[in-house]
Structures are given as structure tokens and as C-alpha cells.
């Protein structure tokens, strides 16, 4: 899988490359902050999950490029406002400093606000749009609004005491922050492609179950590794005075959890034989982070 994550990267950053060439803004520093921010390394976890659902329904990855590169979008402007110091007040990014640190904060609200708008026309302007592609952005759309990602955050930023959420609770918010824009890549690439309602329905719960394996590992790294490693600061949560799952179960038992959420996510996709191989190998790479 990691083979197959490298390989999907360059397959999408030359098809975001070929984007930028062909939609240039003469406006700046605003396409440079842009540009920044969605170019600024990451393994493209999202996209490659476009890509997997597109492999699912026997597609080519080009079939869903435009997909791809306006789910990396959301993912990025969502990113960019998260780091603003009115919200986790990051100052590095994938071993960067984060965008607000370079182009200042408002630029970087201008910057996250026009990655939300252009991710919108890349998808209105798919070569193959049809009943399916619209039906596929009205499932990202609400995935990451106020019911989905953006909801989420919402909850996250109450997290401020550590005596006011429950292990459900954090469950929710996880559910809500982390598995619903995954949701969005990988269902949202089957639906483009003509998934049926019985796809629709246990590739969803997969990817749910994958979205709280992800936050749960990221959580557990924020403990255990150093900025050098993962890029980005660490002790975060601590330092913002959050709970995760980690606080209240311990290291141990949320690996154990996570291998639970694993179990679950992989039974979803078991009847689906050979076409969910590579969706079984993404979870057990996703857990395998903390191995």
C-alpha cells in the first residue's frame, strides 16, 4: 500500500499541476497562498481514496480526477483555517510553517475560503458530468458542512475541558471531523462512478470505521512521536487542553480499540472479494502507523 500511495501521489499532483497550468489567477499574493497551502506535501490520503473507489466500480483514476482534486481542496482549506490561531493556532504544517505563519491570517482565511469555492468548480466542471457526478457532490457538500466536517469543528473547539466529553461523545466528534470528509473521497468516487444503494451503504460504514482508526492513530502519534517525524507540532491536544479516545482509554486499550474498528471496517467489504483487496490493505495501513 505504501507502493501504491506513492504512485497515486504523482498520478495526482500531476493532475493538480495540469489544473494550476490551465486556471491561473493573476491576483496576489492570494494564488500563491493558494497554491501554497494545497501544494504543501502531505501523502494525499484523500485522493488516493478517490482513486480506491474508483478502482471498487472498475473506473480509471481519470474518470474521478476532478473529484479528486476538489476533495484535496477541502481538505486543504479545512487545514488552513484549522491552523489559525482562532482555532488549534498551529504554526507548522507537513514540516512547514502553515500558511497563515507566511502569507499572514487574513490571506490564509481568503486562502482556505477560495479552496472551498474552487473545489466546488472543479467538481461543476468535470468533463464526464452526469446524474451520478451531481448526486456525488450533493453527498460532499453535506459531508462537509455543518451536519458533516464543519460540524465537527464546531464541536472540537468546546473541547476545552477535559471533564465535559465522554468516550461516545469523542466518538461523535471524530465520526463528524475526521471519517466524514474520508466518507466524502471514497463514497463519494463509488457514487460518481454508478455505485449501487448496497455499495453506497457498506463502503459508508467501512469508511467510517477507517475515519475513527485514522483520528485515533494521529492521536496516539501526537503522544508518542516527535515534530521531526510527522511534521507538525506534537502534544497539541495537551497543549489546547483536549480529550481523545486516547486520554480516556490509555495507548494500550486504544490500540486494541483501533484493531476492533478494523475487524468492523474490513467485515463491511468482506463479501466484495478481490474488488475491496486494496480498501482492506489502506486499513491495515492506515492502523499500521502506530506499529
Known sequence: MKKTLEKNKEIFLAQLQNYFDTHKCDIQPIFDAIKYSI???GKR???????LGSEFMGKSHDYVSNFAIGIEMIHSYSLVHDDLPCMDNDDLRRGKPTTHKVYGEGMAVLAGDALLNMAFEVFLDDPIFDENALKAIKYVAKNSGVNGMIGGQCIDLSNTSKSMFSLEDIRHLNRLKTSCLLQSALVGSIIKCGASDEEI?????????????FQIVDDILDKTSTSEILGKNTKQDEKNDKITVVDILGIEKSKKYISNLQEEAINFIEKYGKRADNLKDMCLYLTGRIN
Open 201 to 213: 451503504k457498506d463502503i459508508e460504514n467501512y469508511a467510517s470505521k477507517v475515519g475513527e482508526i
Open 39 to 41: 501544494e504543501n506535501g
Open 45 to 51: 490520503i484523500r485522493p488516493a481514496f478517490c482513486y
